[in-house]
């Protein structure tokens, strides 16, 4: 089963690129944790004109697991990065604690 990826980006189009970037990057996220079902993706610029304004937040659903990140950075790949990360933690510590 693949997790589904809804990513909305508010008040501007992301790229083709950007959405393969992300489902990419999170379809990852299923080696530490099995059965997410769903990962939903918010892009938003929070200070026009600004470098680290591109704010990503990730809510990833499984059974019995739901779990959110938000990162802000230069670029929404960086921020994508980074938000996976803490959720590929959080993944990890729950798994652990269920065994």
């Keep these: 089963m693949t997790m589904e990826v809804k990513i909305q980006a ?5 790229s083709e690129r950007l959405h393969e970037f992300i489902t990419k990057r999170l379809n990852k996220l299923d080696r530490f944790y099995e059965g997410i079902e769903l990962a939903e993706v918010t892009l938003k610029v929070v ?5 680290d304004n591109k704010e990503v937040g990730i809510k990833i659903i499984a059974p ?17 990065d980074e938000c996976a990360e803490a959720l590929q933690k959080q993944l990890i ?3 652990k604690k269920k065994q």
């Design 64 to 80: 019995q697991v739901d779990i959110f990140a938000s990162k802000i950075s230069d670029t929404f790949e960086q921020s994508t």
């Design 10 to 14: 508010i008040k501007f189009d992301a």
């Design 93 to 95: 510590k729950i798994k």
């Design 47 to 51: 200070k026009p004109e600004t470098s």
